[in-house]
């Protein structure tokens, strides 16, 4: 890719020319122009020379694929970096590996700090089982260590770590050798994040927007609030992605709001919704998804935080101060409490303005006919992951194990959520799975389960255009003259068609179809390399030697 520079202003008027362009409004177009930050035009090569001598710069795309930027719709920044710079166990084998991952980590870094780790999980591990308190304490070196599990829903802990924390035993969720769970591992975390200092949380902040600007990741839904991180942690990254250039980025605050008081405060705050991992219920992995039915793998129904009246509640009070509201919700227990405490709110308020703050439910992965169809009537957006079935679906993943096989076909269905019409926003939840955008637009079009499987097309929509829908915008995410100019640059093979059906599972673009192509995502064929994002006109990421 070759680019010729021109002097001017800040946002110049800029030709990319030269490769494919992915656009609804020409599927075939090879070019386009961006002027003041947003789409000016997009068409064909041969119109492209109207416009070369009038622009700032010229850009030679050389082939490359031009797409919308990605949005992920739902991130937590600093955990995300400080896996990245940290003790990242995601990678370990056995228990004995990241015990010695841990030993090695602790003594690189003999600054006496608190250590912090993330991504074990011993369904992975040759032991099948989670590190003891004792040998978390000698890997460590007697330094306080927190380790949560892949899904941040528990973590396991050093003694060390237990003495900062006055009166942890007495906690809901205490367990003298198991992982930590509930209100004791909000404690434990808040004691080792209320470690990190300023500067170490700058770092990891810029470091996950670095990693998410590579990969062609143009905005982020940061998923905060008060049993996650902390308000300095959260508007200080607001401000850091406001000062300087890269993703745009989009807070969630997830506080119960009972009256405008409230609502104003989120505002406040800067966020743009009470909405993210408001928790209704926990996670599958850590046995703390609220379940209709006990795990298969456990004697319990998993944990409720929430109940259909405080959703109601929540619902309501959000929707009369025109705020956006969400929930954490994956057990289809809690899902069913989501649904029915919505409906309690629309009863009240009228279903038109319920619908039309369009409310959002993170994960949804247990889900039934009438769950889904209550999503479609109620308006709510489902924030999925699709990365969380390639990691824990299948007959011998971690879903069958704490489900049995039947119940855990059930999950994730996104094909029904797309025919009951769900609005779709895809999201990786990192660093519970990393960023990863082609990747998670494969594990939809290719989920494990086949019926629940999509097409690519529509999986690229829930990853782009559904991530700015799922925050009130219908103006963006798809390059379209007069939509911000928020886009990615890719190097890839020859661009198909892909239909979640095998018998048809791709095709060659051509005229007939006026289907815009995209990368071939079948398992086993390469990726698309990020070569430049642009946000708003502005690069934030270009690849080295490009």
Wanted: charged share 20%; with cysteine; net charge negative.
């Amino acid at each position: 890719m070759t680019e010729h520079n021109a002097p001017g202003a800040e946002h110049r008027t800029v030709l990319l020319r030269g490769g494919d362009v992915h656009s609804p409004a020409d599927p075939f177009a090879t070019a386009m122009v961006v002027e003041r930050g947003h789409v000016a035009w997009v068409g064909s090569e041969g119109a492209a020379d109207a416009f070369a001598t009038g622009v700032d710069e010229v850009i030679d795309l050389e082939g490359a694929l031009v797409t919308p930027a990605f949005t992920d719709a739902h991130v937590h920044t600093t955990s995300t970096g400080i896996a990245l710079t940290g003790l990242d166990l995601s990678a370990a084998r056995s228990l004995t590996e990241a015990l010695e991952l841990v030993r090695a980590h602790t003594g690189a870094h003999p600054d006496g700090q608190v250590v912090l780790g993330h991504g074990w999980d011993a369904t992975r591990w040759t032991e099948q089982r989670h590190p003891s308190r004792a040998e978390l304490d000698a890997a460590a070196g007697g330094r306080p260590l927190y380790l949560p599990r892949i899904d941040v829903h528990s973590a396991v802990v050093s003694t060390g770590l237990l003495d900062l924390v006055p009166g942890i035993t007495r906690m809901a969720g205490y367990h003298p050798e198991g992982p930590l769970t509930g209100a004791a591992h909000h404690a434990v975390r808040a004691a080792a994040h209320g470690a990190i200092t300023p500067r170490q949380r700058a770092e990891a902040q810029r470091a996950a927007l670095a990693r998410a600007a590579s990969l062609g990741i143009g905005a982020v839904h940061e998923c905060a609030g008060p049993d996650i991180s902390d308000e300095e942690d959260f508007t200080g990254l607001l401000k850091l992605a406001a000062d300087e250039p890269g993703p745009r980025v989009f807070g969630y605050w997830a506080e119960q709001v009972a009256d405008a008081k409230d609502a104003r405060r989120i505002r406040e705050l800067g966020a743009i919704g009470a909405a993210g991992d408001l928790f209704v219920d926990g996670s599958l992995g850590s046995h703390t998804a609220c379940l209709h039915e006990p795990y298969a793998d456990a004697p319990h129904t998993g944990a409720a935080h929430l109940d259909a009246a405080a959703v109601a509640a929540h619902v309501a009070a959000c929707t009369e101060a025109g705020l956006q509201a969400g929930f954490h919700a994956i057990g289809d227990a809690a899902v069913g409490s989501v649904v029915t405490g919505v409906r309690a709110a629309a009863e009240r308020l009228g279903l038109a303005r319920v619908r039309g703050a369009r409310h959002r439910v993170e994960h949804a992965e247990m889900l039934t006919p009438a769950t889904i169809a209550a999503f479609a009537e109620l308006g709510l957006t489902a924030s999925v992951q699709p990365a969380f079935d390639a990691a824990w679906g299948g007959s011998d993943g971690m879903y069958a194990a704490r489900l049995g096989a039947e119940r855990a076909r059930t999950l994730n269905p996104y094909a029904a959520l797309l025919r009951a019409g769900v609005p779709l926003a895809f999201g990786s939840d990192s660093p519970v799975t990393p960023l990863d955008p082609w990747g998670t637009l494969r594990a939809a079009a290719f989920h494990r389960t086949p019926e629940h499987r999509i097409s690519v097309r529509a999986a690229f929509a829930a990853h782009t255009r559904g991530g700015w829908r799922a925050i009130g915008r219908d103006d963006a995410g798809t390059l379209v003259p007069g939509a911000p100019a928020d886009y990615a640059i890719w190097r890839t093979d020859e661009l198909v068609v892909q239909t979640p059906d095998d018998r048809v599972a791709r095709w060659s673009t051509d005229p007939r179809s006026g289907t815009p192509g995209l990368p071939n995502l079948t398992p086993g064929a390469e990726l698309p390399v990020c070569l430049r994002t642009v946000v708003f006109g502005q690069t934030v990421f270009l690849r080295p030697n490009e």
